[in-house]
């Protein structure tokens, strides 16, 4: 049968339709039950259009295809500027390779422009920069982290 895609914002039915499993393509998501996720979801609901969390649906499985978030930071600096930071970006393994990741940056990226930031950044590994620079990013600086126990 055709795929058909369509991308959205998270809803909260979307646990039952594989988001949290999709999750697990790109790292460790533990074992979320239905309450944890549903009181996570209520909470960054309540940040409105500054934390956005985007979808793509396979519409004839109903399975989730792809997703990546944004937040967007409140500075000081460039006049009380604005800045989107991206993170989460992973797609099905099944259905890589069909612009569904690029979709993903891209519908963030306008809704970073849309709350009127002056940048939008992320990290990634090397072998994912080939992707972003595809989606219109070019590489900045390097990435520091320190992981908590
Ligand atoms: C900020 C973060 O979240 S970083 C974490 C990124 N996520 C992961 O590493 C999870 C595992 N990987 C994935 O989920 C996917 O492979 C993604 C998200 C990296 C790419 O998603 P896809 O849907 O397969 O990419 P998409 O089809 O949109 O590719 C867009 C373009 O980038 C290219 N591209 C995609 N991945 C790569 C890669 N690893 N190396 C080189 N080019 C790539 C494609 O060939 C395509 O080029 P074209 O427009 O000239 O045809």
Do not use: P
């Amino acid at each position: 049968m055709a795929e058909t895609f369509k991308i959205r914002k998270l809803e909260i039915s979307d646990k039952r339709k594989g988001f949290i499993e999709l999750l697990g393509q790109l790292t460790v998501t533990g074992s979320v039950t239905d309450e944890e996720f549903d009181r996570r979801f209520e909470e960054i609901r309540s940040y409105g259009d500054d934390h956005v969390i985007c979808v793509i649906e396979e519409e004839t499985s109903g399975k989730i295809a792809a997703t990546g978030s944004v937040m967007i930071e409140k500075k000081f600096l460039r006049n009380c500027g604005k800045a989107g930071h991206i993170e989460d970006v992973v797609v099905d393994s099944r259905f890589r390779g069909k612009q569904l990741g690029k979709k993903v940056v891209e519908f963030l990226m306008d809704h970073c422009k849309s709350m009127g930031c002056y940048k939008v950044i992320l990290d990634c590994s090397v072998e994912n920069k080939v992707f972003y620079e595809k989606c219109g990013m070019s590489n900045k600086s390097i990435q520091m982290s320190k992981y908590f126990d």
